[in-house]
Each structure stands twice: as structure tokens, then as C-alpha cells.
DNA sequence: CACTTACGTAAGAAGGTGCTTACGCTTTGT
DNA sequence: ACAAAGCGTAAGCACCTTCTTACGTAAGTG
């Protein structure tokens, strides 16, 4: 998961996926989109973006096509989910247990 | 969201939000929680979830309690459900082009 | 008012990241 | 066989992160 949140958090990183999310695109392609960045720098992202399992690489004749794999992101999807789940689980017990001293100290005055 | 992906993908912050999810600890106990790094250290990263917004602070005497956020963490949590989602759909809509030209082809054949 | 507690902040060192330019490799046309 | 197309890789540079040590600060304590 580690290499998956870094591949990630790099914003031309996450274009990139997004660009091959729906189509399988040719490196050249993918470096084309990007007006203010080299070739090279493109081909070092789309590495990191293979090795984090993020993108699946096919080669065909001299080009090499790339498309996104999502089940890469499936760790840190379960991650927040259940980090955002149990908070909020967490802050519902809190909530009640308020509850229940409010509760108390009414009786109490009663 | 670029500053709660930053802030997620070092392992120490990681650690740290489990660490203040379900209970509310002061800046002390949770250095104390890691033996291999310095209480400085700590502060540093307690600094950058807090500038991400993934963490609360409240004083309280000397003391500064720390608490987790989970909502600052709902973007990028949309972000992948957003991404997952529509590329299984893509995968969907691919595989019932695939199975139209099975379809076109049989019918050619017969 | 000193002293202690519980922190944050500053400065600097060490290592990592992303970029560019230059070069190498593999496949495809002629 | 030779040239071109389409890439990846290497080296070097500028910048950013993370750590440590040293110091500063606000709130309780005697």
C-alpha cells in the first residue's frame, strides 16, 4: 500500500491514471498531454506508476501501451474506509454516552 | 486534498492518526508511542496533520490534546471511490463490446 | 517570582524526488 | 542492412522532507 499512497500523492501521477482510466494509451500519447514537462519525466512517472501496480504496461510493435489497474488502489480504499467507518462508529459511542450522562445528572436533580 | 495525500503517505502520520482516532491524546503520549524517533519529530508531523486538517487541537493547561478528523479525508476517499467505480464500469462497457462482436461473428459464420 | 512541565520552533545535516539532457535499446519499415 | 519511431535509462542538478539538537514559550507549582 505504501508505494501505492506515493504514486499517488504526486498530482501528474494521478492525471496520468486518470488519462488511462478509460483508454489504453501509448506512452507518447499520454507524455504529449502534458505541454510543460519532458518525455523522459513522463516515462520515470509511468514507472513508478507499474511498480505500484497502479498500471498495467502491454507492448505492441515499438509502442507500449498503458492502461490503469484500480484493484491497485484497493488496499488504501479499504484503508480510509475503514479509518472513516470506525470514526465515525467512535464518535457515535461518544455521543451516546453523553447522552447517558445528560440523562444522569437529570435524574439526579429530579 | 494534495495536503491530505501528503500527509497520509508518511507511515509515522499514518500511525499517529490510529493512534488519536478513537481517543483523544495529548502531543506527549503519542511521541512516547514511537521508541525511534525524537518528540520534535513528532510535533513536526502533529504540525502537518494539523495543516491538512486531519487532526483537532485543543489546549488544555500545557498540554495539547490531539484527536482525529476523519472528514478531512473525505475527498480523497471520494476521489477513489470515483475512480474505482468508473473504471469498473469502463471494464463493464468493454467486455459488452466484446460480447456483441462474439455475437456479430457467430452470426456471420452461421 | 523562580522552577518545572509540556510543548512548539529554528537551523542545519542527510537523504530522497522530480526534472532535464544525453544516450541506448528494440521494433518496424525501406 | 540502414534509418526512423517510440520508448526506457543514466547522470547530474535543484529542491523538498525528515530527522536531530538547541532553544523559546505559555501555563501550572512552590
Given at each position: 500500500m505504501q508505494d501505492a499512497i506515493e504514486a499517488i500523492a504526486e498530482p501528474r501521477r494521478r492525471e496520468i491514471l486518470r488519462l488511462v482510466r478509460d483508454d489504453e494509451l501509448?506512452?507518447?500519447?499520454?507524455?504529449?498531454?502534458?505541454?510543460?514537462?519532458?518525455?523522459?519525466?513522463?516515462?520515470?512517472?509511468l514507472r513508478v506508476l507499474r511498480e505500484a501496480a497502479l498500471v498495467s504496461e502491454r507492448r505492441?510493435?515499438?509502442?507500449?501501451?498503458?492502461?490503469?489497474?484500480?484493484e491497485g488502489l484497493g488496499d488504501l480504499r479499504d484503508f480510509l474506509e475503514q479509518?472513516?467507518?470506525?470514526?465515525?462508529?467512535?464518535?457515535?459511542?461518544?455521543?451516546?454516552?453523553?447522552e447517558r450522562k445528560r440523562r444522569r445528572e437529570r435524574g439526579r436533580r429530579n
Open positions: 501509448p506512452a507518447g500519447a499520454i507524455a504529449a498531454h502534458f505541454g510543460d514537462v519532458s518525455r523522459p519525466a513522463i516515462s520515470q512517472h505492441d510493435g515499438t509502442r507500449r501501451l498503458y492502461r490503469a489497474r484500480p479509518f472513516w467507518d470506525e470514526r465515525l462508529e467512535a464518535l457515535q459511542r461518544e455521543a451516546e454516552r453523553e
